[in-house]
């Protein structure tokens, strides 16, 4: 098994490529050992020192490191245990986790939310995940789309461009009713 390293915008996060699915579909954000109690891989990778933040994708792994730890030194620690966890054939999910959307606020918001979650599903998500993370609408009420970002994109330097003046000029441009876009943690 051969796994890919990718640097992200991030520094203190990198994305492992272990080239085969890894979820499939959705995501799922782990951010201590305790919170991935469903995934044995997250858990693995919780027990070396350094690793703050586990974040599975379809096809990727995003580590985020403490700032005290080094790449160098963290890296084949990690790759020993992604490439020993898919040999075995483990589940990387012990259960379903969802979809990571919230449902609408507000019943005469339902035409608007889904349009959102359109926009984000076909035009954002996919960018990001390339990035190694991924942004989920959490809710919408009086013209602010409140969203979360995952992965690498959770903590980024660049993120908040990413979201105040990508995200949401896009959103705006296509549903007048966004005003603004802002991130939940």
């Known amino acids: 098994m051969f796994i890919q390293t990718e640097q992200t915008p991030n520094p203190a996060t990198l994305k492992f490529l272990p080239g085969r699915d890894v979820l499939g579909r959705g995501t799922a954000d782990f951010t201590s050992r305790e919170d991935a109690a469903r995934s044995p891989l997250a858990q693995r990778l919780f027990e070396i020192e350094g690793v703050v933040g586990v974040f599975l994708g379809a096809d990727f792994i995003t580590i985020t490191k403490t700032d005290a730890r080094d790449w160098f030194l963290l890296k084949p620690s990690i790759l020993g245990v992604i490439m020993e966890h898919f040999t075995a054939d483990r589940p990387v999910l012990l259960e379903d986790g969802g979809d990571g959307h919230a449902a609408a606020s507000n019943a005469d918001d339902e035409e608007i939310v889904e349009q959102i979650k359109e926009l984000l599903d076909t035009r954002v998500r996919p960018s990001v995940a390339q990035d190694g ?50 991130a939940v943690q």
Do not use: W
């Open 133 to 182: 993370g991924d942004i989920t609408f959490q809710g919408f009420e009086k013209g602010v789309v409140y969203l979360a970002m995952k992965g690498a994109c959770s903590g980024c330097p660049s993120s908040t461009a990413t979201l105040k003046h990508g995200i949401e000029n896009m959103l705006r441009h296509y549903i007048p009713e966004v005003v603004e876009v802002r």
